[in-house]
T-cell receptor, first 113, second 115 residues
Framework: DTEVTQTPKHLVMGMTNKKSLKCEQHMGHRAMYWYKQKAKKPPELMFVYSYEKLSINESVPSRFSPECPNSSLLNLHLHALQPEDSALYLC????????????FGDGTRLSIL | GEDVEQSLFLSVREGDSSVINCTYTDSSSTYLYWYKQEPGAGLQLLTYIFSNMDMKQDQRLTVLLNKKDKHLSLRIADTQTGDSAIYFCADLLLRGCNAGNMLTFGGGTRLMVKP
């Protein structure tokens, strides 16, 4: 069982829809991450939040909008996505921003019609 | 930038040992990680090693680090069918204080365990 919880597990949406992915951890971690993973590829970093502030944006298109309401929650707001955005979206957290290992959730499988 | 390489595929028989190899390029690496990913699931942290260590053992898992050659390996003893998965090695890249650490992943090795 993972200590990082992601909802929903699966999401199908049209290109004009607005939806949000949610991630929650109660391990007291202060760094949280969003990754995108295509089939048979390693995860690609999208965003990093450190102490609830956005510290890294890996040139992600603006149709993906992250939000960190508090130290336990991380959201990814989706709007006007493209079919190529279909992927597994993984959330991770780590105790601090330095050397602690990242712990991953099980991901949200996103399909764009 | 940092580059992490793994072989794509490994097939072993149940009960044998598996050795998954990884090479990296960043000589300032401090931590190296092994993650396991089963179909439809996220990444499970298996183990990690600090760069001042040569070896780390955790039950059936043994990690060997050759810092001179920038080579990392994961040995799984008595491999079981439940070990079939994709294994990713990852190198830690620090971006400075309060900036979040960044993992550079290898391409993943698919381990198939035959009964």
């Amino acid at each position: 069982d993972t200590e990082v919880t992601q909802t929903p597990k699966h999401l199908v949406m049209g290109m004009t829809n607005k939806k949000s992915l949610k991630c929650e951890q109660h391990m007291g971690h202060r760094a949280m991450y969003w990754y995108k993973q295509k089939a048979k590829k390693p995860p690609e970093l999208m965003f990093v939040y450190s102490y609830e502030k956005l510290s890294i944006n890996e040139s992600v298109p603006s149709r993906f909008s992250p939000e960190c309401p508090n130290s336990s929650l991380l959201n990814l707001h989706l709007h006007a996505l493209q079919p190529e955005d279909s992927a597994l979206y993984l959330c991770a957290s780590s105790q601090d921003q330095l050397r602690r290992p990242q712990h991953f959730g099980d991901g949200t499988r996103l399909s764009i019609l | 930038g940092e580059d992490v390489e793994q072989s794509l595929f490994l097939s072993v028989r149940e009960g044998d040992s598996s050795v998954i190899n990884c090479t990296y390029t960043d000589s300032s690496s401090t931590y190296l990680y092994w993650y396991k990913q089963e179909p439809g699931a996220g990444l499970q942290l298996l183990t990690y090693i600090f760069s001042n260590m040569d070896m780390k053992q955790d039950q059936r898992l043994t990690v060997l680090l050759n810092k001179k050659d920038k080579h990392l390996s994961l040995r799984i003893a008595d491999t079981q069918t439940g070990d079939s998965a994709i294994y990713f090695c990852a190198d830690l890249l620090l971006r400075g204080c309060n900036a979040g650490n960044m993992l550079t992943f290898g391409g993943g090795t698919r381990l198939m365990v035959k009964p």
